[in-house]
């Protein structure tokens, strides 16, 4: 049975819609993600799970419970992280832990979330005295101090250095560990392949897919593209003629070859028939940024 089960989610602000019929189902104790690029829906779709706005349409259950009927019990077994900067600046880390720790009927124990997020050594820091890294960690701890069954982690490394990104999902791995059922919203394609075992794809305020990382992937046809740096000259019309090649493109000195199939041996073969040697070969696989293109027909990046 999911934990998590929204069915037909819209959500309009004016004339703006902003989820235009989100459904998917979250099973106990996965990592799913919610991916997609600025403005695609994804907060307005977490907070409508968290009971903090109203769908227009749709129905949401989460833990078994509405969230806009049961928003009181939902609280309790629910974690949020918080966004950046809504904490005083002058609160000690502790102090913020036994804080929110006396909302909840069972808490975690402050000082082991403070040593599973190395912050022991700043408990007595004041928030504004914190690095970006240790804000966040904070903003984890705070999202955990309930004991919740779900937690939502909403853009969790926006803003952080690669090394305390890279930190911060060894402890999502660790979290998800205890049991806890993680809802991670992003738009980095890095963090949702890292850490999700599925992903609901979000673009425009629908969903275009839902699957784990490899099978988004593996839902794009099996492109794949071929660098090398010819030891002599050899035409375009040398590999279009190929079946297997879709496209040849040049940049530098290097030739890019895009193709289904055989391509590696098809190109390899025509290339030692005029002995000619491919240096610096390398084969470039689809990658989950390729499978958001065919997808939504854009980069993530660049989407929004
Ligand atoms: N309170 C609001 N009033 C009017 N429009 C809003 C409101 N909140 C969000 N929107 C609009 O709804 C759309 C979806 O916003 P939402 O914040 O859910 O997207 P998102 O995917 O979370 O993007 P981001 O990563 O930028 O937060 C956007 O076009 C946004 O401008």
């Given at each position: 049975?999911?934990?998590?089960?929204?069915?037909?989610?819209?959500?309009?602000?004016?004339?703006?819609?902003?989820?235009?019929?989100?459904?998917?189902?979250?099973?106990?104790?996965?990592?799913?993600?919610?991916?997609?690029?600025?403005?695609?829906?994804?907060?307005?779709?977490?907070?409508?799970?968290?009971?903090?706005?109203?769908?227009?349409?749709?129905?949401?259950?989460?833990?078994?419970?509405?969230?806009?009927?049961?928003?009181?019990?939902?609280?309790?077994?629910?974690?949020?992280?918080?966004?950046?900067?809504?904490?005083?600046?002058?609160?000690?880390?502790?102090?913020?832990?036994?804080?929110?720790?006396?909302?909840?009927?069972?808490?975690?124990?402050?000082?082991?979330?403070?040593?599973?997020?190395?912050?022991?050594?700043?408990?007595?820091?004041?928030?504004?005295?914190?690095?970006?890294?240790?804000?966040?960690?904070?903003?984890?701890?705070?999202?955990?101090?309930?004991?919740?069954?779900?937690?939502?982690?909403?853009?969790?490394?926006?803003?952080?250095?690669?090394?305390?990104?890279?930190?911060?999902?060894?402890?999502?791995?660790?979290?998800?560990?205890?049991?806890?059922?993680?809802?991670?919203?992003?738009?980095?394609?890095?963090?949702?392949?890292?850490?999700?075992?599925?992903?609901?794809?979000?673009?425009?305020?629908?969903?275009?897919?839902?699957?784990?990382?490899?099978?988004?992937?593996?839902?794009?046809?099996?492109?794949?593209?071929?660098?090398?740096?010819?030891?002599?000259?050899?035409?375009?019309?040398?590999?279009?003629?190929?079946?297997?090649?879709r496209h040849v493109d040049r940049q530098g000195g290097q030739v890019v070859?895009?193709?289904?199939?055989?391509?590696?041996?098809?190109?390899?073969?025509?290339?030692?028939?005029?002995?000619?040697?491919?240096?610096?070969?390398?084969?470039?696989?689809?990658?989950?940024?390729?499978?958001?293109?065919?997808?939504?027909?854009?980069?993530?990046?660049?989407?929004?």
């Amino acid at each position: 049975m999911p934990i998590i089960e929204v069915s037909g989610l819209r959500k309009r602000y004016g004339d703006k819609l902003a989820v235009d019929g989100v459904s998917f189902s979250v099973e106990r104790g996965e990592i799913f993600g919610i991916l997609g690029p600025n403005g695609a829906g994804k907060t307005t779709t977490v907070e409508i799970l968290e009971g903090l706005r109203k769908p227009d349409e749709g129905t949401v259950s989460v833990l078994g419970l509405d969230p806009q009927r049961d928003t009181a019990e939902l609280r309790q077994r629910l974690g949020v992280q918080l966004q950046e900067s809504e904490l005083p600046e002058k609160l000690k880390v502790r102090e913020a832990l036994d804080l929110y720790a006396s909302f909840y009927r069972n808490p975690a124990d402050p000082e082991r979330l403070l040593a599973d997020l190395g912050l022991t050594d700043k408990r007595d820091t004041a928030y504004k005295k914190l690095s970006g890294g240790q804000k966040q960690r904070l903003s984890i701890a705070l999202a955990l101090i309930g004991s919740p069954e779900v937690a939502v982690l909403d853009e969790l490394t926006t803003g952080l250095d690669p090394q305390a990104r890279r930190d911060t999902w060894e402890l999502i791995d660790a979290i998800r560990a205890s049991g806890v059922t993680i809802v991670l919203v992003t738009h980095f394609m890095e963090e949702a392949e890292r850490l999700c075992d599925r992903i609901a794809v979000i673009d425009a305020g629908r969903v275009v897919a839902i699957d784990s990382p490899a099978g988004l992937v593996a839902g794009v046809d099996d492109e794949q593209r071929i660098r090398f740096r010819p030891s002599g000259a050899i035409e375009d019309a040398a590999f279009t003629v190929l079946p297997e090649v879709r496209h040849v493109d040049r940049q530098g000195g290097q030739v890019v070859i895009t193709g289904t199939g055989n391509v590696l041996h098809a190109v390899t073969s025509v290339l030692a028939r005029r002995q000619i040697i491919a240096g610096e070969l390398r084969v470039e696989q689809t990658t989950l940024d390729d499978a958001f293109v065919a997808l939504t027909g854009r980069k993530l990046e660049d989407a929004g």
